[in-house]
């Protein structure tokens, strides 16, 4: 077995290049906001932004849904930050940053989190 200590590098590798890996497949649409996301935000706001990382809160939950913080909120917070969040603004583009939103909304869609159109059930 003389290729196993090539082997064992290239796991070591793949094992730290990477911040936490995304758990999650998504649609192709998705998967560069997706990649951008794990790229640069994951390491705080944990693989599939579920959080649990770190005090970043996780971005898959009501509070973030769009009617309750917009495109224009998430996309203000990567730019400046918070007092606890360093802004992002070297480490993204504008172009990067509407991918990542595209990808955190179809994440809180895909997990099951809705804005309730309460019009709609309401006929019958
Ligand atoms: C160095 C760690 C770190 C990185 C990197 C990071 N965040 Fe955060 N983020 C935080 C922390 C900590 C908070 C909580 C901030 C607070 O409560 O003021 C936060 C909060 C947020 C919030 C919610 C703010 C609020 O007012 O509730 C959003 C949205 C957000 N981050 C998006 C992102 C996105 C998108 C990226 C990647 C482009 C990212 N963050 C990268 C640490 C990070």
């Known amino acids: 077995m003389k290729q196993l200590p090539i082997l064992i ?10 911040a936490p890996k995304p758990t999650l497949e998504v649609p192709e649409p998705y998967k560069k906001g997706q990649q951008y996301f794990h790229e ?6 944990g693989p599939d932004a579920m959080g649990k990382h770190t005090q970043a809160p996780r971005l898959i939950d ?7 913080f917009s495109d224009a909120d998430i996309n203000e917070i990567v730019l400046n930050g918070t007092d606890k969040m360093p802004p992002q603004k070297k480490n ?16 809180q869609k895909a997990a099951g989190l809705e804005q309730e159109e309460e019009e709609e ?3 019958s």
């Open 9 to 18: 590098f290239i796991s070591v590798i793949f094992t730290f290049s990477c």
């Open 40 to 45: 640069v935000c994951s390491n705080c706001h």
């Open 62 to 68: 009501e509070e973030y849904l769009a009617d309750n």
């Open 92 to 107: 993204v583009t504008p172009e990067e940053i509407t991918e990542i939103i595209k990808y955190l909304r179809y994440s």
């Open 121 to 123: 059930e309401q006929t």
